[in-house]
């Protein structure tokens, strides 16, 4: 529909050209005529191509607005599911942390720890009681 329009509104109305410098004023020009100016002139084809292109343009603006919004919003989602992930990797990372720390401060929970006060506990009472033993010993004598 629009097409056939703007052929019609072309093909209809003469051409429009203007000077440079002067009023711009409306020269109807047959084949093999000199242009009265400089500059371009265009076949009603051609003019009934650029209109639609310059429609096209429009389009394709609106189209390529709509794609870069969608792709930064994408690009958006994308930044916050990886800064979701980072966070969540570093409270991972402190929780491991804290139950390391945690068990560190257990130390004397330790099997060996345990062993070894036991040993030593033990020599310690083992000597203690050799020497009240040998105390005794000499104090009866």
Excluded: H, N
């Amino acid at each position: 529909m629009i097409p056939a329009l703007v052929f019609a509104c072309l093909t209809v109305y003469p051409a429009r050209a203007a000077g440079e410098g002067e009023e711009q004023s409306i020269v109807v020009l047959e084949a093999g005529d000199v242009a009265p100016f400089a500059g371009d002139l265009y076949t009603i084809a051609r003019s009934i191509r650029m209109a639609l292109r310059l429609e096209g343009f429009e389009e394709r603006a609106k189209l390529k607005l709509e794609r870069e919004y969608s792709a930064f919003e994408v690009e958006l989602k994308y930044r916050d599911s990886v800064q979701a992930t980072k966070l969540e990797a570093k409270d991972s990372r402190i929780e491991l942390l804290e139950r390391e720390l945690g068990e560190a401060l257990a130390w004397y929970r330790s099997p060996v720890f345990v062993t070894l006060v036991a040993v030593v506990a033990t020599l310690i009472a083992s000597t203690a009681v050799g020497y009240t033993w040998a105390y005794l010993g000499q104090v009866r004598q």
